[in-house]
């Protein structure tokens, strides 16, 4: 399976491109990015100077390597990747290019070239993707392929370089033979073209050398050597200031010294930066970096080189350094651009691969390590021997949804910035926090037990206490911690996070800051599990049921409407409770596809009934979860299904509760302003329980208020229930709506509420939610 997300690509090119296959460079890369983008065909080929005549490189074709001739650019792709540094068509290359028998020969359909440019500019070839049906590829290949071209750029150019060199150095070699062997003059260009010999077998010797360091320290020393220098040497900029230089690597008489970081201005390495190249003959000593503490008082002769990357911008310098005056200065120069060549390339692949490693492993919007970087480094711990305990927290953020809904994703993203820095701020040496994705976080603690992790817990929740001021927006933030020990509830990295995890749930669910993993936790999580499988099923077969509660006139017990209650039976379970299983389908996705199916239902019941000859006076009520009451297709199904079954709108009322219109209350007022134009009836359901701003309530098309039950029913034992109860239905009074209380046990409720002032009721008092049919035998004749 090809990888599909950018931390999988990324992850993948680093890995590749740190190895090297003995097939060579280029072979190695088509076949790294044929396995990477998932193409049958890649490509990568030279073009002459004249840009008349493409040699191919190395070719991956559908699994194995094979040979091209080289061919004409007239009137083929490649020719408008030379003049355009890319061509991309997705599909029907051939019909395009006829004449390219490549592409026939390949069997192409789609196609992508890009250019591959010299370090210093210039067209060098191309990097060719072909595939046998349309070309798709990852949203990350365009990042993918910059990096190839850019590697691919700078060895070529060194292959070029190496080969011009070994023209010369053959040329220069007849040229010898002919004249004779006697003239002093020629005895010195043997000389030179010997070290240039050494100095090409010595770039090759360290082509062969592990990447990262060691090749550059290897690269360095062959240097010295090739030259006869005292001193060689690779310094970077420094990525914040551009006048301090380090050291990479050092070597002083053939050892490798310590590095250090040092100031140019006024040294010969800051007029390489200026002017690409410095050449001081004789009494470089004076010159050098006061950093270098005298150690380096004996240098005459200093040349130095200029590191530029692909885009010519400078990245540091390459140098040697003579005890003795220097007075072969094109020998060395000419040696040390060979040199200079291959380690900019080199340098260049070492800072896409820390890009490609960032991109895999550290989250863009917080900097954190992200998920992948935490695996590895959790797996890195418990692996440890030295790891005899640890403690993992998962935490996530409660109502983080609200800012993004209220606030936009933008000012969200912000935010988690600031929890980020909070929660690291809080955290001691050696405590690793890294982001999970959305508003998770993860910490690891290593070496602690309960009682310390517990502490531990406690800063987080603290250090978000206060609000936060983003953009002169205030957000107040909590949070739910799971928390889990190593090796006491888990012996693997995934069974840990997993009881995490399942402490986490288990804080959100009773409303605690901080919870540690218990075994019967896992009980919990794996029957509710299964209870969700079996809703998944029931609700796809249809296998759920509709119950009818009447909903009665006060004063007169006559029924004025129903509520619609689901209901479920399930062969293995028996008969589950709402109050399981619809917490169960809002928190696993399902509550929009099971409201669905009650809108359907409902409508469905209501036209039975009508053929039946029964008329149900008042509107039949319809709950409505707030994920449901999110959907922008809400009213257009409520509608759909009214026409599917030839219902009037009017006979419906969708209820919702308050702290589901609150979730998101300016979307909610428009969605009641549209309910309404179409004749549904819309009441606040459980009013009482949660946070509504009057400012909001006076402005949602609201017909009704239905009074909790927890208030109805200890209303006459009560004073602050009472209170309550007697304060809905003034508001409600006062604001036009009216008010039904659920929950009624008694007559002593009933006259309570008369006198209040609510009018309409339903409960145990006057029946229980009844089968279709029984409700039609009891209430519809």
Same mark, same amino acid.
């Given at each position: 399976?090809? #990888?599909?997300?950018?931390?999988?690509?990324?992850?993948?090119?680093?890995?590749?491109?740190?190895?090297?296959?003995e097939?060579?460079?280029?072979? /190695?890369?088509?076949?790294?990015?044929?396995?990477?983008?998932?193409?049958?065909?890649?490509?990568?080929?030279?073009?002459?100077?004249?840009?008349?005549?493409?040699?191919?490189?190395?070719?991956?074709?559908?699994?194995?390597?094979?040979?091209?001739? #080289?061919?004409?650019?007239?009137?083929?792709?490649?020719?408008q990747?030379?003049?355009?540094?890319r061509?991309?068509?997705?599909?029907?290359?051939r019909?395009?290019?006829?004449?390219?028998?490549?592409?026939? !020969?390949?069997?192409? $359909?789609?196609?992508l070239?890009?250019?591959?440019?010299?370090?210093?500019?210039?067209?060098?070839?191309?990097?060719?993707?072909?595939?046998?049906?349309?070309? @798709?590829?990852?949203?990350?290949?365009?990042?993918?392929?910059?990096?190839?071209?850019?590697? !691919?750029?700078?060895?070529?150019?060194?292959? *070029?370089?190496?080969?011009?060199?070994?023209?010369?150095?053959?040329h220069?070699?007849?040229?010898?033979?002919?004249?004779?062997?006697?003239?002093?003059?020629?005895?010195?260009?043997? /000389?030179?073209?010997?070290?240039?010999?050494h100095?090409?077998?010595s770039?090759?010797?360290?082509?062969?050398? $592990?990447?990262?360091?060691?090749?550059?320290?290897?690269?360095?020393?062959?240097?010295?050597?090739?030259?006869?220098?005292?001193?060689?040497?690779?310094?970077?900029?420094?990525?914040?200031?551009?006048?301090?230089?380090?050291?990479?690597?050092?070597?002083?008489?053939?050892?490798?010294?310590?590095?250090?970081a040092?100031?140019?201005?006024?040294?010969?390495?800051?007029?390489?930066?200026? $002017?690409?190249?410095?050449?001081?003959?004789?009494?470089?000593?004076i010159?050098?970096?006061?950093?270098s503490?005298?150690?380096?008082?004996?240098?005459?002769?200093y040349?130095?080189?200029?590191?530029d990357?692909?885009?010519?911008?400078?990245?540091?310098?390459?140098?040697?350094?003579?005890?003795?005056?220097?007075?072969?200065?094109?020998?060395?120069?000419?040696?040390?651009?060979?040199f200079?060549?291959?380690?900019?390339?080199?340098?260049?692949?070492?800072?896409?691969?820390?890009?490609?490693?960032?991109?895999?492993?550290?989250?863009?919007?917080?900097?954190?390590?992200?998920?992948?970087?935490?695996?590895?480094? *959790?797996?890195?711990?418990?692996?440890?021997?030295?790891?005899?305990?640890?403690?993992?927290?998962?935490?996530?953020?409660? /109502?983080?949804?609200?800012?993004?809904?209220?606030?936009?994703?933008?000012?969200?993203?912000?935010?988690l910035?600031?929890?980020?820095?909070?929660?690291?701020?809080?955290?001691?040496?050696?405590?690793?926090?890294?982001?999970?994705?959305?508003?998770?976080?993860?910490?690891?603690? #290593? @070496?602690?037990?309960?009682?310390?992790?517990?502490?531990?817990?406690?800063?987080?929740?603290?250090?978000?206490?206060l609000?936060?001021?983003?953009?002169?927006?205030?957000f107040e933030?909590?949070?739910?911690?799971?928390?889990?020990?190593?090796p006491?509830?888990a012996?693997?990295?995934?069974?840990?996070?997993?009881?995490?995890?399942?402490?986490?749930?288990?804080?959100?669910?009773?409303?605690? #800051?901080?919870?540690?993993?218990?075994?019967?936790?896992e009980?919990?999580?794996?029957?509710?599990?299964?209870?969700?499988?079996r809703?998944?099923?029931?609700?796809?077969?249809?296998?759920?049921?509709?119950?009818f509660?009447?909903?009665?006139?006060?004063?007169?017990?006559r029924?004025?409407?129903?509520?619609?209650?689901?209901?479920?039976?399930? $062969?293995?379970?028996?008969?589950?409770?709402?109050?399981k299983?619809?917490?169960?389908?809002?928190?696993?996705?399902?509550?929009?596809?099971?409201?669905?199916?009650?809108?359907?239902?409902?409508?469905?019941?209501? !036209?039975?009934?009508?053929?039946?000859?029964?008329?149900?006076? @008042?509107?039949?009520?319809?709950?409505?979860?707030?994920?449901?009451?999110?959907?922008d297709?809400?009213?257009?199904?409520?509608?759909?299904?009214?026409?599917?079954?030839?219902?009037?709108?009017?006979?419906?009322?969708?209820?919702?509760?308050?702290?589901?219109?609150?979730?998101?209350?300016?979307?909610?007022?428009?969605?009641?302003?549209?309910?309404?134009?179409?004749?549904?009836?819309?009441?606040?359901?459980?009013?009482?329980?949660?946070?509504?701003?009057?400012?909001?309530?006076?402005?949602?098309?609201?017909?009704?208020?239905?009074?909790?039950?927890?208030?109805?029913?200890?209303?006459?034992?009560?004073?602050?229930?009472?209170?309550?109860?007697?304060?809905?239905?003034?508001?409600?009074?006062?604001?036009?709506?009216?008010?039904?209380?659920?929950?009624?046990?008694?007559?002593?409720?009933?006259? !309570?509420?008369?006198?209040?002032?609510?009018?309409?009721?339903?409960?145990?008092?006057?029946?229980?939610?009844?089968?279709?049919?029984?409700?039609?035998?009891?209430?519809?004749?």
């Amino acid at each position: 399976m090809h #990888p599909t997300s950018a931390p999988e690509i990324f992850r993948q090119l680093a890995d590749k491109l740190s190895y090297v296959s003995e097939e060579g460079f280029f072979h /190695h890369l088509v076949r790294s990015l044929a396995d990477i983008l998932g193409v049958d065909h890649v490509v990568v080929e030279h073009v002459d100077s004249h840009q008349s005549i493409s040699t191919t490189l190395a070719v991956w074709s559908q699994g194995e390597f094979i040979e091209l001739a #080289p061919y004409s650019l007239q009137n083929t792709p490649c020719q408008q990747v030379a003049n355009h540094s890319r061509l991309f068509v997705a599909c029907q290359i051939r019909e395009q290019f006829p004449a390219d028998q490549r592409l026939a !020969a390949l069997k192409a $359909e789609g196609y992508l070239g890009i250019s591959i440019a010299a370090p210093g500019g210039g067209f060098l070839g191309a990097i060719v993707l072909m595939h046998s049906s349309a070309l @798709g590829l990852p949203p990350y290949a365009d990042e993918v392929l910059r990096i190839a071209a850019a590697l !691919a750029g700078a060895e070529l150019a060194r292959q *070029l370089a190496e080969s011009q060199t070994r023209e010369r150095l053959l040329h220069k070699k007849l040229a010898l033979q002919r004249i004779g062997r006697y003239n002093e003059d020629l005895i010195n260009t043997l /000389h030179e073209q010997q070290r240039f010999q050494h100095a090409v077998v010595s770039v090759a010797t360290a082509i062969s050398a $592990e990447n990262g360091e060691a090749f550059l320290h290897q690269l360095t020393a062959h240097m010295a050597e090739a030259l006869s220098a005292e001193v060689g040497f690779i310094a970077l900029l420094d990525e914040q200031d551009a006048d301090i230089a380090h050291t990479l690597t050092l070597y002083v008489h053939g050892q490798c010294q310590d590095n250090f970081a040092y100031y140019l201005p006024g040294v010969p390495c800051h007029k390489v930066m200026i $002017e690409q190249e410095c050449i001081v003959h004789e009494g470089a000593a004076i010159m050098l970096p006061a950093e270098s503490n005298g150690a380096l008082s004996w240098v005459n002769g200093y040349v130095g080189r200029r590191l530029d990357d692909s885009h010519g911008q400078p990245m540091g310098l390459i140098g040697v350094m003579f005890k003795k005056p220097l007075n072969d200065v094109e020998v060395v120069r000419n040696v040390l651009q060979i040199f200079a060549a291959r380690a900019a390339s080199e340098l260049e692949r070492q800072q896409d691969e820390v890009r490609i490693r960032q991109l895999a492993f550290c989250d863009a919007g917080t900097q954190l390590p992200n998920r992948s970087a935490f695996m590895r480094h *959790l797996e890195n711990v418990v692996a440890d021997p030295q790891t005899t305990e640890l403690a993992l927290l998962l935490l996530d953020l409660n /109502h983080f949804k609200e800012i993004n809904d209220t606030a936009g994703h933008d000012l969200g993203d912000l935010v988690l910035k600031a929890v980020a820095e909070r929660f690291a701020a809080s955290l001691t040496e050696g405590q690793y926090l890294a982001r999970l994705g959305g508003d998770e976080f993860v910490v690891v603690c #290593p @070496g602690v037990q309960a009682n310390s992790a517990l502490a531990t817990a406690q800063r987080l929740c603290d250090s978000i206490a206060l609000p936060f001021m983003v953009e002169q927006h205030s957000f107040e933030l909590s949070v739910g911690i799971g928390l889990a020990l190593y090796p006491q509830d888990a012996a693997t990295p995934l069974e840990l996070l997993k009881h995490a995890d399942i402490a986490m749930y288990q804080a959100k669910r009773q409303k605690l #800051p901080v919870c540690v993993f218990e075994p019967w936790m896992e009980r919990i999580v794996a029957e509710q599990l299964h209870i969700a499988k079996r809703l998944a099923s029931a609700i796809a077969e249809k296998q759920l049921s509709l119950h009818f509660q009447p909903q009665v006139d006060l004063h007169s017990g006559r029924l004025i409407g129903a509520e619609a209650l689901c209901r479920w039976h399930d $062969e293995e379970l028996g008969q589950v409770s709402p109050g399981k299983f619809i917490p169960i389908a809002e928190e696993r996705g399902m509550v929009v596809a099971l409201g669905s199916w009650v809108i359907e239902e409902a409508c469905r019941q209501l !036209a039975a009934w009508r053929e039946q000859g029964h008329s149900m006076p @008042g509107q039949l009520a319809i709950n409505i979860a707030a994920q449901q009451f999110e959907e922008d297709d809400l009213v257009a199904s409520v509608l759909n299904r009214c026409a599917q079954f030839a219902v009037e709108a009017s006979q419906l009322s969708l209820e919702i509760t308050e702290s589901g219109i609150m979730e998101n209350p300016e979307k909610a007022i428009a969605i009641t302003e549209v309910l309404k134009s179409k004749g549904l009836g819309l009441s606040i359901d459980d009013f009482g329980t949660g946070y509504s701003s009057l400012a909001y309530l006076k402005r949602f098309a609201a017909d009704k208020i239905k009074i909790d039950i927890s208030f109805v029913r200890d209303m006459l034992t009560s004073d602050n229930d009472r209170v309550i109860v007697a304060t809905i239905i003034a508001m409600a009074n006062t604001l036009g709506l009216e008010t039904i209380a659920e929950g009624i046990e008694n007559q002593d409720q009933i006259t !309570a509420l008369l006198a209040l002032g609510c009018a309409q009721g339903q409960g145990y008092y006057f029946d229980r939610p009844l089968t279709a049919k029984e409700f039609a035998e009891r209430w519809l004749r």
